[in-house]
């Protein structure tokens, strides 16, 4: 009798198990977007009901469905939504389509982040899409004319060089009047250029006086606010980037006279003075012509020519004394001994996941940048690791470090008027 109910109650589950079976079925398929692009960590949900899963990197998902099911819904961030019928398929092929307006809702402020539509204040936002394709060595130069109320001024040539940047005006004629920056949060007073822009998720820029009551005085210039990449939940990545180019100098030369026309030319001009002064009575043609042939050469302070006198190089007919031939045989253009074709080198390694409880990101760049104008070169390493945990929901902690070893080497062109700024010095001596 034992052995007669074991068999029952065995034949009894197996029954259990078969109907549980036949009220679901498989349902497999692909999510592209509008180019095609498989779509990785897409939403897939039976409409209704809690019964769903993500897509993988190639876009592709299976999922087991109740019979009754009729409508799969799929989202994505950034997306809009699709619907599609399931009724008596098993596969399926999704295209999706980029939402515009969802790509500016969320502006990072100094309190988290916030929905656009619900901010008040004035801010600018530039995100890494929109400059990830650009040989950046300085995150600076991302944010140069991408929005109203911010006043820049081109960096220099230099590789590393930081733009000018004003974003309410000179609030003081002595103190500084660079904005306040901040990098996950934190003040930062070091180089920009020493943040790699690969490692960057978005440049905030806040405009408008609420920034002093978040950040006190510090922020009546505005504050500039950079937050660095995490790592997303379900997505682990692996990326490599290789850059390499050339740079040359931006604007071309002007054309300028060589020294056998500058000597003529100057002569002309001395000689109109002398004959037609501002005040009293000038000199005839022929004595003016005598005297700028005499002091040609105390007006120009050199005489470059080999063969011929101080007071004979430049005849009184107001040409070039014939016998005259150069010291240098370049012609005196030095700026061609100081300048290069520069070239530029970076490569950046990243990983990046996560899971319902943590995330991490962390990455290792090396950028090699030759300007145009000799020794002005940058050498930097770089290296970044950002980690977040949440155990349980009243309790988050991370850790988000970085290093860099710079080696720089700049040309001093931040002086004007110094004989160490190489293009003064080409042209004035």
Do not use: H
């Not at 030369?253 to 003529?264: D, M, N």
């Not at 120009?300 to 107001?318: C, E, H």
């Not at 001994?337 to 950046?348: A, F």
């Amino acid at each position: 009798m034992l052995m007669r109910k074991l068999s029952l109650l065995i034949l009894c589950q197996l029954c259990v198990v078969f109907t549980l079976v036949a009220q679901n079925r498989m349902i497999s398929g692909t999510v592209n977007d509008q180019n095609g692009q498989p779509v990785a960590n897409a939403s897939v949900v039976v409409k209704g009901t809690t019964i769903g899963t993500v897509t993988n990197e190639a876009g592709a998902f299976t999922l087991s469905v109740p019979t009754s099911a009729t409508t799969l819904v799929i989202s994505s961030t950034g997306m809009t939504p699709v619907e599609t019928d399931i009724a008596g398929r098993s596969e399926i092929s999704v295209s999706m389509t980029m939402t515009a307006s969802d790509l500016d809702e969320v502006i990072v402020v100094a309190y988290g982040t916030v929905k656009k539509g619900d901010f008040t204040g004035s801010a600018n936002q530039v995100n890494y899409d929109d400059f990830k394709n650009r040989p950046i060595l300085n995150p600076l130069n991302a944010i140069v004319a991408t929005g109203p109320g911010v006043s820049t001024t081109a960096a220099g040539g230099s590789p590393g060089s930081s733009p000018g940047i004003r974003i309410r005006g000179f609030g003081s004629i002595g103190a500084d009047d660079g904005p306040l920056y901040v990098v996950d949060g934190v003040a930062y007073n070091g180089g920009i250029a020493n943040i790699n822009a690969e490692d960057i998720e978005t440049i905030t820029t806040l405009k408008d006086a609420a920034t002093v009551a978040l950040w006190g005085s510090r922020a009546s210039n505005g504050v500039i606010m950079i937050t660095t990449k995490k790592g997303k939940k379900n997505r682990n990545t692996l990326s490599f980037k290789l850059l390499q180019g050339y740079s040359t100098r931006g604007l071309p030369e002007y054309e300028r006279v060589s020294a056998f026309e500058y000597y003529p030319i100057m002569w002309e001009s001395m000689k109109n003075a002398l004959m037609y002064p501002t005040t009293g009575t000038g000199l005839s043609e022929a004595a003016a012509a005598q005297a700028a042939t005499d002091g040609i050469k105390a007006q120009l302070g050199y005489n470059t020519f080999s063969g011929v006198a101080n007071n004979d190089i430049v005849r009184t007919d107001g040409t070039l004394n014939p016998s005259a031939s150069l010291l240098w045989a370049d012609d005196l253009d030095w700026t061609k001994d100081i300048m290069r074709t520069g070239n530029r080198k970076e490569y950046i390694v990243s990983y990046s996941g996560g899971n319902d409880k943590s995330d991490y990101f962390g990455s290792f760049g090396y950028t090699d940048e030759k300007g145009f104008v000799i020794r002005s070169d940058w050498r930097r390493f770089s290296g970044r690791l950002n980690v977040n945990t949440e155990p349980v929901k009243w309790f988050k902690t991370g850790l988000n470090v970085s290093a860099v070893i710079n080696n720089a080497i700049q040309a001093c062109a931040g002086i004007a008027s110094g004989y160490v700024n190489p293009f003064f010095f080409t042209r004035a001596l």
